[in-house]
């Protein structure tokens, strides 16, 4: 009894500290994003909020917090509501099978730094990433506008087309780990990281993921020069506050998930600690951030048929091809 | 903990659910939602069948329906659609005829 | 811990069917068959099937709803009529709904053994390297088999759902919009109609980009 809430406790525990660290990253990559962004751009970003805006997310948070929440006439109030919550939880959720590092050792009990060590690990974001969906097919309609409609309608179709290359993509590692646990799978990654072995199945992972989570070159659906922002353009206050997040918060899960399929985890390189795991994974994950924002700061935005067709015609083939080519090693070598 | 058995019961009242929602319905689409209610009673019957008698082929024959109902839900909203362009509605009363 | 949380799941599931029979709106049935979804995905848990509980939410949850979804917006489909006019068909329908239930509940009971205990199965059971085991040995046929339907399914629902008019080079004529021929000729009599009666032309062909 004792030891169930022992375990229970530890798990609230966990849940409480990467969350915590999770939201906070989620503040600071927006303002990650807007330095990186301006100095691209050739300008400075946020720099007056704060110690050369440090303090710009809370100013942020403030004003949305504080801005009134308008639902426009004609709308699904139920809907309305729901959809950034869908999202929102969808995005937070997938985090729950992501290994921040090996187990660790603390007052005789062994802490494994993971909330749930699923076997079907993979299995589980795909899932949890497909019901994300909901939320800006949801939003979309919701908003009684013919713009959200059209927006929310674009966008569902690019994420349900680059879902297939994304998990296909990740059969990948799947095939070389032999494995769905997500730690096996780090595990299998101790001498040479996978992006290495698959760096195919790498690129159309990230370009996949670009898709997925609605960033340059793929964000036509809610670019705010674009369809006037897409599903998300009724929506202000706490509500739009969530869809953001929600956004930034996938960007960060992607490449949490990039990292433990096929940047090696938690491993290091030259010392490696229990400790310094998490440290690694963190790194490696703002190395795959910040590619994300360099690619938005340089590349133009693919018109909506060009990139439906790249997911349908290029990225398809390619992650199937990808899969026969590994296949074809894997047992080449086992032979 | 919890018997197969109640599964089974539990199974078959989602599936009267949905018999009755294609009897009284007459929109198009929720018919067929209802169908597919059908189908996941099904499949939880025979996921509990399988958990009952120790055999994963149960789980696999939901496999091949998940695969079935999917190929089935594509083709058949293709055809609602098609139906819709040409009369303007889903109401099952009136697509009655052949032709026209 | 365990019956309480089937009798939740059960609860879920059959109150969220039978809002989806009854509610009007047709995008609150689908949200309503998402719970129901979501709901028996648990319940392949609880009866160690994990596998099939993913699948279930990727493909039911994940792919068809959100197509139902996709076809009700395109198709703009407004709130329905729940029941017939009259309301003897509604009891009737439930009657059989309920003769259906208790029938098969019928054959459960004869069915299976008495007793609640469930048999040991092996550790992994139902777990990916099990099922795929299966799949890839004994159901390989049908497996193959399987996948040509899916191709199948696409290729017919692009053929079926195709918008004739909108491809190029395509020979179909709609009705209501001639060849071009035929509207040169329409606007020709239009002119001479015009010019001999002073009038503004009535007669437009529909679709007619020039009007």
Known sequence: MLDALGSLGATALKVAIIFGIFLTMVAYLVYVERKVLGHIQMRRGPLHVGFHGLLQPLADGVKLFLKEDVIPEGADRALFALAPAICVATALSTIAVIPFGESVTVLGRTIHLQIADLNIGILYILAVTSLGVYGIILGGWASNNKFALMGGLRSTAQVVSYELSLGLALVGPLMLAGSLRMRTIIDAQAEVWFVVLQPLGFLIYLVSALAETNRIPFDLAEAESELVAGYHVEYSGMKFAFFFLAEYAAMITVAAIATALFLGGYHGIGFNSPWLGPVWFLAKMTLVLLVFIWIRGTLPRLRYDQLMRFGWKVLLPLSLINIMITGAVALWRQG | ?100 | MGPLLFVLLAVAAVASSVAMVVHRSPIYSTLYMVVTFAATAVMFVLLDAPFIAALQIIVYAGAIIVLFLFVIMFLNLKTGVLIERRRGPLWLAIILGAVVAGELAAVVNHGTAAGGARPAVPEGFGSVESVAGLLFTRYLVPFEITSILLIVGMVGAVVLARNEEALPGATFDPPGVGSIEARKDAAAANDAAAASTGEQPQVVAAGDPSR
């Open chain 2, 1 to 100: 903990m919890i018997a197969p058995e109640a599964f089974l019961y539990l199974a078959a009242v989602l599936f009267a659910v949905g018999l009755v929602g294609v009897v009284v319905r007459r929109e198009a689409i929720i018919i067929f939602m209802c169908i597919e209610l059908m189908l996941n009673a099904v499949n939880l019957t025979f996921v509990a069948f399988s958990r009952l008698l120790g055999s994963i082929d149960g789980q696999v024959i939901v496999f091949f329906s998940l695969a079935v109902a999917a190929a089935e839900v594509v083709v058949g909203l293709a055809i609602i659609v098609a139906i819709f362009r040409e009369r303007a509605t889903t109401d099952v009363d009136q697509i009655n005829l052949l032709k026209f």
